[in-house]
Each structure stands twice: as C-alpha cells, then as structure tokens.
C-alpha cells in the first residue's frame, strides 16, 4: 500500500464564534492510501482546542503511512489490533481511509462493513453561533425555511443573560424548532443551576457540556438534578470517560476525531447501552470526506450534530447531503463520497 498527503484551508462561509474562540477556517490534511489502483480517502483537521495543527497532522499522518506499508492489504491493516500513540484525530483518519478502501475493493458500503443493513438517514442539528440578536433570529427563519428540524445554540457569552435572550429570538422565529444548547464549558455550578431552569422554559431540549471540562463528578451531579437532560462533550473524550459517565449524563456526544474513529465510536454506543444514557454524535468543521465516517453511524445515535461541511463556504467534497437538514450515508462502495473540484482548485 502506499500512502500520499494533501492540505487545504477550509475556509467557514463565515466566522463561528463559541464560549472560547471565534473560527474563520481550519486546516484539513487528506490522507489518501492506494492498493492495486483502488484508493481510499480519509481526512484529519487541525484543532486548536486539541493543539493539533496542520503540520503537526502532517507529520504524524507521514508516519502512519509508513507503518500501513507494512501490511499486504487495507484488509488486514485494518484488523489489525497494533497499537500506535497517535492523537484520536490521526487515528481516525486512518480508520476512514482503510474502511473507505476495502469497502470500495469489496463494492460494499461502510455502514454494511459495520454491520448495518440500510444506509443511514439522520436529522441532523445545525449549529448557529454565539452572534446578534437580530442575525441569530435571520438564521434561524432560514435554517427551518430549508427544512431543519433541530438548531443548536452556542452560548457561553461574558454575559448569560445575551444567551438567554438569543435563544428567546430564536425561539419566537422558529416556533416548532428542536433547541439545542452548547456553552462549551462556560458555566459555572451556580450559573448552570440558575440558568437551565430559564432555558428549560423556552423549550431547550437538552444541553451539552455546561460546565469546564475536568470534573465530570460535577458534571454527573449537575445531571442528576437539572431540569434539562445533559449531555458530556469534554468531559467524554473517550471509552474510560464514558464508563465513568454512563447513567449519570443524560448522553454523550461522540467525536470521531475525539475518540479514534467509527469502531471506537461503536464500543462506545455498546457501552451505554441501557445505561439511561444516551448517544449523540457530533463533529468538527470538516468536509464531507471528513463527516462521512459519522453519518454511517448515524442512525444509533438519539441526537446527530454533524453539520460541519454545511460551516463551510466551499466543500470539496460532496455525498452526504445535509442542506435540507437530513444527512445520508451513501450506498456507493466505501464511504461514497467524491470530490467536487480537482485538488488543485481547493483554496
């Protein structure tokens, strides 16, 4: 098998702003393996929060390719158990790139290659960012205009009762619209108890993370007593996390790039099951190519937040669909998805 590289700039058809930081665009690296002219496709995107930047990625994406060099076939490299101390992001990368391989050498779908027996087809939220009043109420007309079902709401501003008032305006201009609401971690105990009540009123249906990740003890007495159902985001990087968080959160959003990819992701699933605790499956601003993985997965999760290629103002790539707010999973081999331009007009 042999390996190559690429990186582009995805650029957000405008600037998300969260609790913590405000995007304009982000680094993807495209990892590409080929074996007997058939090629896969996979993709990792630079974090800051993860402290993963392109060349970073790059690096650590080389070295891998190296290692796959060493099996006779995407089969049984990826069977293989072998154990490398690379970021989640990287070795989900590598995951999609082989899953998106074999299946396209055994003219099978990923979601069969998982074990599923249709495509996927999921309500997918879409995220409106921490913003104006007045451009948070146009967004949210236009996102259920084109057929959302469910918003989710970044709060987290210096002042919660701005967050309150977003989520009212939003609210008023999409009346039967499903509200999530995401603080990043911004919320101390005291505001999360003061806050969740009010949200709670204007019909939010669940909140992720709102406390600073690094004590899930609190996080899980939060839930216990919220008038909201809770979901972990940070404070559930990985299986571990999970476990200690099963039964005590209302759900747990899964990132593939957060905990290492789709077969991951299902011993997860398989962890909580009948826990009380419930599956979401988020994202980080990618493309397609980097969402696909996800979306075969998303019919086993209650929540799916995989809108981050609809972030952006170009995606190359194109297959899962989500413009009308349902994402898709492909019945073409391997993860279905195809580039919309020659690589080199991506900017």
Not at 1 to 18: D, Y
Not at 55 to 60: A, E, I, N, S
Not at 216 to 245: F, T, W
Not at 269 to 284: K, N, Q, R, V
């Amino acid at each position: 098998m042999k390996a190559s590289l690429r990186t582009v700039r995805l650029a957000l058809a405008e600037p998300l702003r969260i609790s913590r930081s405000t995007m304009s665009a982000r680094d993807a690296v495209w990892l590409s393996v080929e074996h007997d002219g058939v090629v896969g496709h996979g993709e990792a995107v630079s974090s800051v929060y993860y402290g993963l930047d392109a060349p970073t990625l790059g690096r650590l994406l080389t070295a891998e390719g190296e290692r796959l060099a060493r099996f006779p076939d995407p089969e049984s490299a990826l069977e293989s158990r072998e154990l490398t101390s690379v970021p989640s992001a990287v070795t989900a990368a590598v995951e999609a790139a082989l899953l998106d391989l074999v299946g396209k050498r055994a003219g099978t779908p990923v979601y069969r290659l998982l074990g599923g027996r249709r495509a996927p087809v999921a309500v997918t939220a879409r995220t409106i960012g921490i913003t104006s009043l007045a451009r948070a109420a146009e967004q949210a007309r236009r996102l259920v205009a084109s057929g959302f079902e469910v918003v989710k709401v970044k709060a987290g501003a210096p002042d919660p009762e701005d967050d309150v008032e977003r989520v009212r305006v939003i609210r008023d201009a999409a009346p039967r619209a499903r509200l999530l609401l995401d603080p990043n971690g911004a919320w101390s105990v005291a505001q999360a108890e003061a806050l969740l009540p009010r949200f709670a009123g204007l019909g939010v249906e669940a909140v992720e993370q709102p406390l600073a990740p690094g004590d899930p003890e609190a996080l899980g007495a939060l839930a216990e007593r919220s008038p909201l159902p809770i979901i972990a985001d940070e404070d559930a990087v990985g299986l571990d996390d999970v476990r200690r968080l099963a039964g005590r959160v209302q759900g747990v959003n899964v990132k593939l790039a957060k905990c290492g990819g789709v077969r991951a992701a299902l011993r997860i699933a398989e962890a909580i099951e009948g826990s009380g605790t419930e599956l979401m499956l988020g994202c980080l601003t990618a493309s397609s190519l980097g969402l696909a993985p996800a979306v075969h997965l998303a019919d086993r999760a209650c929540w799916a937040d995989l809108d981050g290629h609809l972030l952006l103002a170009h995606d190359p790539w194109t297959g899962i669909g989500g413009a009308d707010g349902i994402v898709r999973a492909s019945d073409l081999p391997g993860l279905g998805v195809q580039e919309v331009v020659a690589r080199e007009d991506v900017a």
